[in-house]
């Protein structure tokens, strides 16, 4: 793992890279300013300097967009059978998941539940990119499905906040036919004339841009989000060119007509509920 | 087939298959010597049983392929590709172009055409034969464009009751600035969607590379089929070789952890059957390549157009919804791990939830 570290962090581990460092203080990564980190906390981890959306964990995430203990938690019990007994060199995905000391783990890397945004009661899915840079795997997969069969069976709006790399890796095939399982199930809600709100943040990349995120009825992302289908740096190792400012940044997806509208952190609440209200649901 | 075949095609050779190579060039130097003589008839003994002894060579070597060398004969040079398919296969073809909004992505081919007896619709990816060619396709990488017109083109199958076959092969979708700025990721993504509930049936076979989401975009159906020396993986070895060893070249290790192969993927019941390739890879022999792929997708085809079109709809989405349904419980590893802090959750609830999710586990 010495290797790993030097050569950073490979988007895989799943050593939580902290965006945030333990301590009083940190440095906004956009506008470099020192901050107290209390106060970034109670700004919604939102730099009070340059308005830099911090990344969160799926519980801050659901702390801070449902009414104060109304969540529900579903389908919690369930972890990765590791399906292709994946190993590399002397390590293996299995232990890996097992040995993880750190307590998020235990959501996987999505967090779904029932709860209510500002009395509005719905199904909720937050995704944890402190899980393995919140990859789907099939516990992703089938949360995510039990989730959309709850908003279907209850008539609930769906509500998903993406934040993750795309696929896992280490559940191959099974974890690149979650991106095809999660996208059918939304079929069915669409069919069942359910609402869906997707929220991208940053970042929302691969088999999961490729899938869910991008499906939904209204698609909102966080300002500056990275979001797009192959990571900006593999374009640029293929083609070879200097990518041009902003690409696939949040407000580069409304340009293109890929988003709906960005909305800030703390009007999140209030815009769901308002997106609801209009919808009917 | 013959070896005669395989000197016509000028055969070129992989790296694990350097004593086929050597017996060729003995067989080719025995036989000039033949000619030199003005010998007549039969070939003589000796380049029989040079030829007896490569015949054995090549089912040993590709009888116990290792995943690496699978993915290496999966992207031979001179191995059928999907136009080759769509002129020896399929009879009657119409190319249709265009997704009637951007452009005609070259890298995925539509066309109307008929197999055995049926008529389909045709999706294909297509890598390109000569260089240019290969530059026209981008080397089966397509853009956004590209899965529209797919989409387009089921959309108006679906309409005319026409059954649809695709064919894939692709190293992946393409990774470039047009293909994000064009919602490459939107594109894949309402394929899923569509494709699960498309009312009419849906035969995919992998034909060489199956690269990951790109492959995906056009491989959502009733049957998924592999060649038995294709892949179909969720990232390229070298890519995931990239990513836990930081050194590409450890490529062949990562395509064994990948459970990338056929028979891998058969064990793991993500595809439903693996079509055989004639001795020594699709490359060696076309014809039966080909032949093995139509008699699975018209004896597939006439299974499914018996099926009432909402149960097959039905058990496509029901077997999507079993891939990576067997999670153990998470409840294994908790006490390793500690309790999880769920935030702003009552005790009582906490109970509750758990309860319910509980009972719900076990109606599954
Ligand atoms: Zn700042």
Redo the contacts between chains.
């Keep these: 793992m010495a290797k790993n570290k030097k050569a950073g962090w490979d988007g895989f581990s799943l050593k939580p890279r902290k965006e945030m460092p333990e301590g009083l203080w940190l440095s906004c990564p956009s506008c470099k300013n020192m901050l107290y980190k209390k106060t970034v906390d109670e700004n919604l981890s939102v730099c009070p300097e340059c308005r830099h959306h911090f990344r969160i964990d799926g519980p801050t995430r659901v702390r801070q967009l449902v009414d104060e203990g109304s969540l529900e938690e579903l389908a919690q019990d369930l972890a990765s059978s590791d399906p292709l007994a994946f190993v590399w060199g002397e390590q293996a995905y299995k232990n890996r998941i097992k040995a993880d000391p750190d307590a998020n783990s235990a959501h996987e890397a999505v967090l779904v539940g029932k709860a209510f945004i500002r009395g509005r009661g719905v199904i909720l899915a937050a995704m944890d990119f402190s899980f393995l840079g919140g990859s789907m795997g099939m516990v992703v997969g089938e949360k995510f499905c039990r989730g959309v069969d709850r908003a279907i069976a209850e008539n609930l709006p769906l509500v998903v906040v993406s934040c993750s790399g795309g696929a896992r890796m280490h559940e191959g095939v099974v974890a690149l036919q979650q991106m095809a399982k999660t996208s059918a199930a939304l079929a069915r809600l669409d069919e069942a004339g359910g609402l869906y709100i997707s929220v991208l943040t940053d970042p929302t990349t691969g088999g999961v841009a490729a899938s869910f995120s991008m499906l939904g009825d209204v698609i909102i992302a966080e300002p500056k989000a990275l979001i797009g289908f192959t990571g900006p740096r593999v374009i640029q190792q293929t083609i070879k060119i200097e990518l041009p400012e902003g690409f696939q940044r949040a407000e580069f997806l409304v340009e293109h007509g890929f988003v709906d509208m960005i909305v800030e952190r703390k009007d999140l609440r209030s815009e769901i509920g308002r997106l609801i209200d209009y919808c009917g649901k | 087939m013959t070896i005669k075949d395989i000197k016509n095609t000028a055969l070129q050779y992989l790296p694990f298959e350097n004593e086929i190579a050597e017996l060729d060039r003995q067989i080719e130097e025995l036989r000039k010597q033949h000619l030199r003589d003005s010998l007549q008839g039969e070939a003589s003994p000796a380049i029989r049983a040079l030829q007896v002894k490569q015949t054995d060579l090549l089912q040993q070597i590709y009888t116990t392929m290792t995943p690496w060398q699978t993915v290496q004969v999966a992207r031979h040079p001179q191995r059928p590709i999907f136009s080759d398919y769509l002129k020896n296969m399929f009879k009657d073809v119409r190319i249709l172009h265009g997704d009637r909004c951007f452009g005609d992505d070259r890298a995925i081919v539509t066309a109307l055409g008929q197999i055995g007896r049926e008529k389909v619709m045709i999706i294909g990816q297509n890598k390109g034969k000569d260089i240019k060619e290969k530059i026209a396709c981008n080397f089966g990488c397509p853009n956004p464009e590209g899965y529209r017109k797919a989409l387009a083109k089921m959309k108006l199958a679906e309409k005319f009751g026409l059954p649809v076959v695709t064919l894939i092969d692709t190293p992946g979708?393409y990774?470039?600035?047009g293909?994000?700025?064009?919602?490459?990721?939107?594109a894949?993504?309402?394929n899923?969607?569509?494709?699960?509930?498309l009312r009419v049936p849906v035969v995919c076979v992998v034909i060489g590379e199956g690269g990951?989401?790109g492959a995906?975009?056009i491989?959502?159906g009733d049957r998924m089929a592999i060649l038995e020396h294709s892949y179909?993986?969720?990232?390229s070895p070298e890519?995931?070789a990239a990513?836990?060893?930081?050194d590409g070249t450890q490529a062949p290790?990562?395509a064994e952890?990948?459970?990338?192969t056929g028979r891998e993927?058969l064990k793991?019941k993500?595809v439903d059957a693996v079509i055989s390739e004639p001795l020594g890879g699709a490359h060696r022999n076309m014809h039966d390549t080909l032949y093995n792929v139509e008699q699975y997708i018209t004896k597939n085809l006439a299974q499914l157009k018996r099926t009432p079109i909402d149960t097959l709809v039905n058990a496509?989405?029901a077997r999507?919804?079993g891939?990576?349904?067997?999670?153990?419980?998470?409840?294994?590893?908790?006490a390793?791990?500690?309790?999880?802090?769920?935030?702003?959750?009552?005790p009582l609830?906490?109970k509750?939830?758990?309860a319910?999710?509980?009972s719900?586990?076990a109606a599954q």
Excluded at chain 2, 243 to 246: A, E, N
Excluded at chain 2, 336 to 346: E, I, S
């Design positions: 979708a990774p470039g600035v293909a994000e700025e064009r919602g490459q990721a939107q894949i993504a309402v899923l969607m569509e494709m699960s509930r990951s989401g995906l975009g491989g959502v179909y993986s969720v990232i890519g995931c990513i836990l060893w930081h290790r990562a952890a990948l459970k990338l993927l793991l993500l496509r989405y999507l919804r891939i990576g349904a067997d999670c153990l419980p998470a409840s294994a590893f908790a390793r791990r500690g309790k999880a802090k769920t935030p702003g959750r009552l609830k906490d509750l939830a758990a319910r999710d509980l719900e586990t």
